[in-house]
């Protein structure tokens, strides 16, 4: 059975840091590409960052300079490295895998407190 499991929500302040990471398991193929979405209280979810397996990425524009996807292909794990947060970046965060289909994982809350 696919899984995705995050960690590493929290609070945390305007202007500082965090990481979320993401295993996947329970399949034999690696997922081409993995990423993060977001999800903020009465909005859509939205692309926050997505990696293929070869490297390409792709961000939000409201992200680029602040956010940094990377994976460890060996792991099956994507991470997120968020700085400069603010507190419209406040949402549950979804990573997701993409196999023969899109896995998502359960999200984990960040809240930026101003």
């Known amino acids: 059975q696919v899984q995705l499991v995050e960690s590493g929500g929290g609070l945390v302040q305007a202007g500082g840091s965090r990481r979320l990471s993401c295993i996947f398991s329970?399949?034999?193929?690696?997922?081409?590409?993995m990423g993060w979405y977001r999800q903020a209280p009465g909005k859509q979810r939205e692309l926050v960052a997505t990696?293929?397996?070869?490297?390409?990425?792709n961000y939000a524009d409201s992200v680029k300079g602040r956010f940094t996807v990377s994976r460890d292909n060996a792991k099956n794990t994507v991470y997120l490295q968020m700085n400069s947060l603010k507190p419209e970046d406040t949402a549950v965060y979804y990573c997701?895998?993409?196999?023969?289909?899109?896995?998502w994982g359960q999200g984990t809350q960040v809240t930026v407190s101003s």
């Open positions: 997701h895998a993409d196999v023969e289909r899109r896995y």
């Open positions: 329970g399949s034999i193929f690696k997922p081409n590409a």
């Open positions: 990696l293929s397996e070869r490297g390409d990425t």
